[in-house]
């Protein structure tokens, strides 16, 4: 980092200071120089990541287009108006052309932004020279005298030697594969028509505030490998594993004796799943150096991904006796004592690690399982809003944040951290589960159905605890079919749960399977421990009773439920419960003269399912939306 951006970094929050940096960018872009201005850009967003202009720029000074389309659709989600990120977007195919933008304002747009103006809004010149400078007029040219030419062989030479000939069928390509958006980064949300396959890397977007060291030591290499050394960790660092074994390959002959190449290789190997050559390649640097602690921590670890099983004790020890200062091992071990469940051993390993590797994300994230594991959550919360603070591109770490914030029923935060977490780790599906919980509990029920959808088609088994949240979000979208299958599922995994039940009664009412509906209703009635829960099931009993033409119970029930407390419902349950009962029980006739009292019998339902105000959900999160088949 050059003095000057270091000066910036130290004053991101003074006014005066970004104008200076945002003027430095500005001035880099129009000389060419895209990688300074994309560097200082970069710090202005780090400090205020909501300035739609500085967006805009940024979109100007990088060269992929699929970065080029995120930048803008920023820059238009924080100001909905901005016609120079409509016509960037418009220009790259993002967005749909719109005749009612309006030109720039501005007579000479500079050089950068004239490549945004869509070609109708380019003043037009004139002319014979203008019409001869258009290379569609030159190549229109040569193409007519070319054309020409090729008339005069065909029909001169070619064409009466032949006589009849017989075309050749052709072959007309279909359409471009079209992709679908995917959710951008942390706090952000996709425009339908982004044209790319897959999320920008969150490295594009978010600066990471923890680099760890990237190779354990830095061993003196010879002269005729440092070369090769300096292309090998380029590759390391961009996580190209098969050109870094490549060239540490290359540099074996060259330094026989260096136990690192060997231990390095055997990393990569590990990086790529490959436990069995990543084992042989640190037997290899053992052999060569049985001093070399973190060969035994590789053997420690890739012996934990082939056999969960397996006890590394052993070989963690031999590590730290190698070398006491390597962090990483201590790490390692207080993440196997975790997994143990040997939460209290843990801590005394990650106070030597965190002394060894100050500010490591992975340090708080393991801190923070530790916690986990002994149900502190204040603390669990403490550490993995640390590892967050540290590395806002560790994925982990925004994984178990969604499942703290859904602990805690902040569901807003716990489906932001999830949404995120799924875009990069698409193929967890419990992530996926989790995702659509949170959905379902902010009242985004298509959200919530798609978010399960995807976690099924990746694990159709692991998702049935989730599937409750589908059925429900299905009950309140009023697709009661759908509705029907989940719930039934989720009653069979939680028998003993009142919200499955529910929400199953409330499915079986919409496709008129009464009598089904009526057996949830009575099974409720043992599970209701709350008064809420207990307004619920006698509102749900009572319609459901009237639905089979059980109209003594539909009164009684509907009776018990005026008689609880308002608070534990809704004024639309409580208002429908005194309209009801007023159609089922007509007031008593009493005769003059003292004769005799006659009550007449229960008036038949009228009442047709769906027809009822929509009951809001209760406080105890049990749904209890209105069917409306």
């Known amino acids: 980092m050059t003095g000057e951006l270091k000066e910036h970094f130290n004053e991101p929050s003074n006014e005066q200071n970004n104008d200076t940096i945002f003027q430095d960018a500005v001035n880099a872009l129009r000389r060419g120089d895209k990688p300074r201005a994309k560097e200082l850009l970069t710090l202005l967003l780090k400090s205020d990541q909501n300035n739609p202009t500085y967006w805009i720029w940024l979109s100007a000074s990088v060269d992929a287009t699929k970065e080029r389309i995120y930048c803008l659709q920023t820059a238009l989600k924080l100001d909905p108006e901005n016609s120079i990120a409509k016509r960037g977007l418009i220009l790259l195919g993002a967005l749909t052309p719109d005749e009612t933008i309006q030109p720039f304002p501005m007579n000479r747009p500079r050089a950068w932004e004239e490549k945004l103006l869509l070609a109708h809004e380019k003043p037009k010149e004139r002319g014979v020279r203008v019409a001869l400078r258009s290379p569609v007029v030159r190549l229109g040219g040569l193409a007519a005298i070319g054309i020409g030419m090729c008339a005069i062989i065909y029909f001169g030479v070619i064409l009466p030697r032949l006589g009849t000939a017989e ?32 999320p920008t890397p969150l490295s594009a977007f978010l600066n990471a505030t923890y680099t760890p060291t990237a190779l354990y030591v830095n061993t003196p290499r010879s002269a005729g490998a440092v070369d090769q050394f300096r292309i090998a960790k380029e590759a390391y660092d961009n996580k190209e594993w098969d050109v870094f074994i490549e060239n540490m390959l290359l540099l074996r002959p060259v330094e026989p004796e260096s136990a690192d190449i060997p231990y390095y290789i055997g990393e990569a190997y590990r990086f790529q799943d490959d436990t069995t050559r990543a084992a042989s390649y640190y037997r290899e640097a053992i052999d060569l150096n049985p001093n070399f602690g973190p060969a035994y921590l590789g053997l420690a670890r890739v012996s934990l991904m082939s056999n969960p099983d397996f006890n590394p004790t052993k070989l963690f020890n031999q590590a730290i006796e190698s070398d006491p200062n390597f962090g990483e091992t201590y790490l390692e071990r207080a993440r196997w004592l975790i997994a143990r469940g040997d939460y209290a051993d843990s801590f005394e390993d990650l106070e030597l690690a965190e002394k060894l590797l100050p500010g490591s994300p992975e340090v708080y994230l393991a801190y923070a399982y530790a916690y986990l594991g002994e149900d502190d959550e204040d603390k669990t919360l403490e550490y993995a809003q640390k590892a967050y603070e540290a590395d806002v591109l560790n994925l982990p ?48 029920y298509q959200n919530a159905v798609a978010a399960i959808d995807s976690g099924e088609a990746l694990n159709r088994n692991g998702m049935k605890k989730y599937l409750i949240y589908r059925g429900l979000s299905h009950v309140e979208l009023g697709n009661f079919q759908e509705a029907e299958g989940d ?28 009598g089904s509906a009526f057996l949830q209703a009575e099974s409720m009635r043992s599970l209701a421990d709350t008064d809420e829960e207990k307004a619920l099931e006698l509102f749900w009993r009572a319609r459901i009773q009237e639905q089979r033409n059980d109209i003594r119970d539909a009164i009684k029930s509907w009776q018990d439920l005026l008689k609880l407390d308002e608070d534990v419902m809704t004024p639309e349950m409580r208002a429908e419960a005194t309209a009801r009962l007023k159609v089922l029980v007509p007031p008593t006739n009493t005769p003059k003269g003292g004769g005799s009292t006659s009550t007449p019998k229960p008036a038949t339902p009228t009442q047709k399912p769906g027809t009822t105000p929509t009951v809001s959900r209760t406080p105890t999160k049990t749904p209890s939306a209105t069917p409306k088949p």
Do not use: M
């Open 487 to 514: 719930l039934n599922t989720a009653v069979e995994e939680e028998p003993e749960s009142f919200e499955a039940r529910l929400g199953y009664a409330q499915a079986l009412y919409g496709v008129k399977k009464y």
């Open 167 to 198: 075309l050749a069928p052709t072959n007309t390509p279909g359409p471009s594969p079209t992709f679908t958006a995917t959710p951008t980064i942390f706090g952000a949300t996709a425009i339908p028509t982004q044209v790319f396959s897959g």
């Open 397 to 444: 770490t925004y994984k178990l944040l969604g499942d703290l914030y859904i602990d805690r029923e902040d569901y807003a935060n716990a489906a932001e951290a999830l949404r995120l977490y799924t875009t990069y780790e698409a193929e967890d599906a419990t992530g996926f589960g989790k995702l659509g919980q949170a959905y379902f509990y902010l009242g985004e």
